[in-house]
């Protein structure tokens, strides 16, 4: 068998293509050193690859329309983490993307995990071959910041070391291409770390005698689908505050068991949402489902009153209007740990299916093991053991009840 792939003629992608790559990469991750896959991933087709798909997502929209007809299945994926196998594993049992199986992927595709460059690419493929039935959604680790702590960057440059810098600067652009949500059979709103604010313009008041004019006080209020399709998504490091503010929140705000619209302090960006403002976007966007990801079993190990992500989902909303939940999906999170004791956490995936696509069906699976022996990119030792305390800048310091009035 030939372990090198060649990037097809005409850029046409198959099914067979895909299914390759997918070999390939686990043969490599278990057979060969890292600084090795290089040999059967060649820069080249890399490039082209992470090229095709950058463009196609380019051009989506912030929220893309998942339109899912009757015979059509959707399968909602959280987190992955650079967990390779896992990946594989989870495509066999829910079935591949196909014409009638759409998949909607929930961010965070690297980082932690060991393989997050094979995972990524992996994951373009389909998207390039299956471009309206795949949709990868941006998470708050395609970003700089975050790749540049918890491994991904250290990853990219030991695999493809003098070209690594290279191949990174491309992923980098690519991450900038990613919808921020998708709303999918008109029902469902799914998005990595959840709900938003919206904009206020600040009003200019009549300047005094020395020239100087004052703004009035921001406040927070919830965001509509229109606010998320007007802003500017395009950026590497989406910040707390200012223009790039609602980008900032889809990607790192939380639920909250407390009414109200408030900024998330842990975290130093985004927001915390209650159940109200679950209620309040539900409603006014005719939806019966929000899903998001973002909190592995660490990050709900420090939540007080949150139900821990043992089994790889969680319901942390029910309201009137529907649901809120919490979809994870990487097995046995994370990869390398400081303890020998471990979260043994099961990873999930969400099955919609006609006639109602908003009533999820919940399938739990096992990390793949054991794992090809690897040594980590980032310092998990004493790196931050969450994506909290970043020192990112919260947007506002104002709570609020929800209002998109």
């Not at 071959?129 to 440059?157: A, D, M, W």
Request: aromatic share 10%; charged share 25%; glycine share 8%.
């Amino acid at each position: 068998m030939d372990m090198v792939v060649r990037w097809p003629e005409g850029g046409v992608v198959t099914v067979d293509w895909v299914m390759g790559l997918g070999n390939v990469l686990d043969y490599a991750s278990r057979n060969l050193q890292p600084s090795q896959l290089p040999d059967v991933i060649p820069v080249s087709v890399a490039d082209s690859l992470i090229l095709a798909a950058s463009k196609l997502m380019h051009r989506e929209p912030n929220c893309v329309e998942v339109t899912a007809e009757a015979s059509s299945r959707v399968v909602l994926v959280g987190d992955v983490h650079g967990q390779l196998h896992d990946v594989l594993n989870l495509v066999q049992l829910a079935g591949p993307p196909s014409s009638n199986c759409i998949f909607v992927f929930n961010g965070d595709y690297v980082d932690r995990g060991a393989w997050g460059f094979e995972t990524y690419i992996y994951l373009l493929a389909w998207k390039v071959l299956l471009p309206h039935r795949v949709f990868l959604l941006r998470g708050n680790h395609e970003t700089k910041f975050c790749t540049s702590t918890y491994g991904f960057e250290q990853e990219v440059i030991a695999k493809y070391k003098e070209y690594g810098k290279h191949m990174y600067r491309k992923l980098l652009g690519c991450f900038e291409g990613h919808p921020l949500a998708a709303r999918v059979a008109n029902c469902v709103f799914m998005a990595h770390g959840g709900l938003f604010r919206q904009i206020e313009v600040e009003s200019s008041q009549k300047k005094g005698k020395f020239g100087k004019g004052y703004r009035s006080k921001k406040t927070l209020k919830l965001g509509t689908l229109e606010d998320l399709a007007k802003a500017r998504r395009g950026v590497l490091d989406p910040s707390g505050t200012g223009s790039n503010v609602i980008p900032g929140d889809v990607l790192w705000s939380d639920p909250s068991l407390n009414n109200g619209l408030s900024p998330n302090q842990l975290r130093g960006i985004g927001l915390l949402f209650g159940p109200d403002c679950t209620q309040e976007f539900l409603e006014k966007h005719k939806l019966k489902l929000i899903v998001r990801s973002h909190e592995g079993p660490d990050a709900r190990d420090k939540r007080s009153g949150m139900e821990d992500m043992d089994k790889g989902y969680t319901i942390d909303h029910v309201v009137k209007a529907g649901k809120l939940i919490t979809l994870f999906s990487a097995p046995d999170y994370p990869q390398f740990q400081a303890t020998e004791e471990r979260y043994n956490n099961k990873g999930a995936y969400i099955v919609l299916e006609a006639p109602d696509f908003s009533k999820p069906q919940f399938f739990e699976f096992d990390a793949i093991k054991p794992r090809p022996k690897v040594s980590p990119y980032y310092d998990f030792v004493n790196v931050i053991d969450s994506d909290e305390e970043l020192e990112l800048g919260s947007g506002s310091d104002d709570a609020s009840a929800c209002s998109s009035n």
